[in-house]
């Protein structure tokens, strides 16, 4: 598995990239190392969403993708307490009322709580707030959702203040992340469980064979998703690989009708 | 190496629509799944109708969800169902899911989720039942409700007595044949109640090998022949279930086996019928469950497409009937077993 841990402050990511040794990559504007990758999406839903987007476009495979949102976040007082680490179960936008619901599959020991997305910030006290708040969490989910599974969408939200924090520079948020980094790195360890993954059937070599081949044949979008299909449950059932199709793909194709005997040829000889 | 089970443990979390909230059923699911994280919803579609679920994922971690069911509440069955030659033949849904993961059922096609939902305005479906017999197309014959369908009822009764609320509803009610159907080996929960001579208690039954390979978190098919014999030692009506025949090699040596278990346990005189079936699913849900690449081989085999249902070619399923009636035909009479046909 790997994990795109997303932050909306320089100041939250820090901790993280040191501590994760994180080296940038500038052409993509990530912080990598091996399959961990952090990017920093700036404050607010605008911004949040056109970077998670940008972010997300960048990886070619997303089958094994798990997005992991950590930040800070006002909290509820008295349920809550300033450092305390919290699952987000559900997020509340607050402009439109819309709902996102984060499937929460693997075991943890953080408490949970709601979240409520919100365009400013709240400083007049949770009132009669009694979930976590904060400014990005609905715009990301909301996109990314369009990318990953909602089981491989996480958001961990650490308490900075009780809505009633009047100049945010006198928080100390990486020392708030450092805080947690124990809790945060034995969580993406629970993360990796590869069972999160997309199931892939077919060998990383017959998947560039089949796709090379789709390209030179000009096999149709529909003739190639069948293809593959076709091609899993070959090797579901029989577990040879896809090379055996290479006598096939020597015929010579000049015409549409040619293409689609040879699909068919094809198709017929996996389904045997 | 001792395996670690990462997922969290089914209902660890209950999401709970607003509308259900007041119910005295939600109370007490509430109070007994305390330790639960409790997640309030507007409408559980919300929750069980989201995009990009994994049925077989949350299989490992199910949600319950409570919510209020709106109408329809009573639903003709379809030509996939064994209708027993009842022609007014009905199903509900008190439950959607079940507590079982088997391979070849319909469930992981039909929903986009794995999670569990109960309906908790039970009476509603009492009503619209009422409303269903005093109204049925064949007034000359009674109604047929499965309510078990989309379920294991009696898998659940030791968290939700449904099947219980149920039987009594049918003990009061004319024109009514009940059907549950399970795979439980629970029957203690019912084995206080008197038989009720117009409900059918349905048992579907696998040669173990099935069960191990195909029948996730069923119990044993001894378990379930215990269960069975119980039943019929109580004196209530019972039908057995084989089906889907699952073809494999050396199947019929299996099922040889498998049969002379049955009967050895239970005496075939006092089984009301037998119903016997191939793997069949409309073919929307066998094409839905086939694009999540699920672990089992069921879903990479070949299959017909007749109509709306994909199954086996006709010339193995008119094998597996023609096994399948030469077996049991020296058990119990050809008329006694009902064949679903393709």
């Known amino acids: 598995m790997r994990i795109l841990i997303l932050t909306a402050l320089k100041a939250e990511a820090e901790p993280i990239i040191n501590a994760l040794k994180l080296v940038k990559n500038k052409t993509r504007q990530i912080y990598e190392k091996d399959n961990l990758f952090l990017a920093i999406t700036g404050v607010g839903s605008i911004k949040a969403a056109g970077r998670v987007e940008q972010v997300l476009n960048s990886f070619v495979y997303l089958g094994d993708v798990l997005l992991l949102n950590i930040g800070i976040a006002g909290g509820p007082q008295p349920i809550t307490s300033i450092g305390e680490m919290i699952m987000v179960n559900k997020i509340i936008k607050a402009k439109s009322g819309n709902i996102y619901l984060p499937d929460i599959l693997i075991k943890h020991d953080l408490p949970e709580m709601g979240l409520v997305t919100v365009e400013d910030s709240v400083v007049n006290g949770s009132g009669d707030i009694h979930c976590l708040v904060d400014m990005e969490s609905a715009s990301i989910f909301k996109v990314a959702a369009d990318y990953l599974p909602v089981h491989r969408l996480v958001f961990l939200k650490i308490v900075s203040d009780y809505m009633n924090c009047q100049d945010w520079t006198t928080l100390d948020i990486p020392e708030l992340i450092r805080m947690n980094l124990g809790k945060i790195l034995s969580l993406i360890e629970l993360f990796r469980n590869p069972m999160l993954a997309e199931r892939k059937i077919l060998t990383s070599r017959d998947i560039e064979f089949l796709k090379r081949k789709v390209k030179e044949k000009r096999f149709s979008v529909t003739q190639s998703l069948k293809l593959f299909e076709s091609a899993e449950d070959y090797y579901i059932r029989t577990g040879k690989q896809l090379t055996i199709l290479e006598r096939f793909f020597k015929q010579n194709i000049n015409y549409k009708c040619e293409r689609n005997r040879l699909y068919h040829e094809i198709c017929q000889f996996l389904s045997t | ?342």
């Open chain 2, 1 to 342: 190496m001792k395996s670690v089970n990462s997922f969290l443990p089914n209902f660890s979390h209950l999401y709970v629509e607003e509308n259900a909230s007041d119910y005295p059923l939600t109370h007490e699911l509430l109070k007994r799944y305390s330790n639960s994280v409790f997640v309030p919803i507007k409408d559980y579609k919300t929750v069980f109708n989201r995009g990009k679920q994994n049925f077989q994922l949350q299989k490992r971690s199910m949600k319950l969800i409570l919510a209020v069911k709106k109408p329809p509440f009573i639903y003709h069955a379809s030509s996939v169902q064994q209708n027993s030659g009842f022609r007014n033949h009905y199903y509900i849904t008190p439950l959607i899911n079940c507590l079982y993961n088997c391979d070849y059922c319909f469930l992981q096609g039909m929903y986009p989720s794995g999670n569990m939902v109960l309906f908790v305005n039970s009476n509603d479906f009492f009503s619209a039942v009422g409303d269903k017999i005093q109204k049925r197309s064949f007034s000359s014959e009674p109604l047929f409700l499965s309510v078990s369908y989309n379920t294991d009822l009696i898998a659940f009764e030791n968290i939700v007595p449904l099947s219980r609320a149920w039987i009594d509803y049918c003990k009061q009610t004319e024109d009514l044949i009940l059907e549950i159907r399970t795979k439980s080996a629970l029957f203690q929960p019912l084995e206080n109640i008197t038989p009720v001579q117009n409900v059918l208690l349905v048992w579907t039954l696998s040669p173990q090998k099935v069960i191990d390979v195909h029948e996730n978190n069923t119990p044993t098919l001894e378990r379930r022949l215990k269960a069975v014999w119980k039943a019929i030692a109580g004196g209530w009506n019972v039908r057995l279930c084989f089906d889907p025949v699952i073809i494999y090699e050396n199947w019929q040596r299996d099922y040889v086996i498998f049969l002379k278990q049955v009967f050895a346990a239970l005496a075939a005189d006092n089984i009301k019928d037998i119903t016997v079936g191939v793997f069949r699913m409309n073919k929307g849900f066998f094409h839905r469950i086939r694009k999540q690449k699920p672990l089992s081989k069921i879903y990479y085999s070949r299959y017909e497409i007749y109509g709306d249902i994909a199954t086996l070619p006709s010339e193995e399923q008119k094998m597996v009937r023609e096994f399948m009636a030469e077996v049991l035909t020296t058990y119990l009479p050809r008329e006694k077993i009902l064949f679903w046909d393709g």
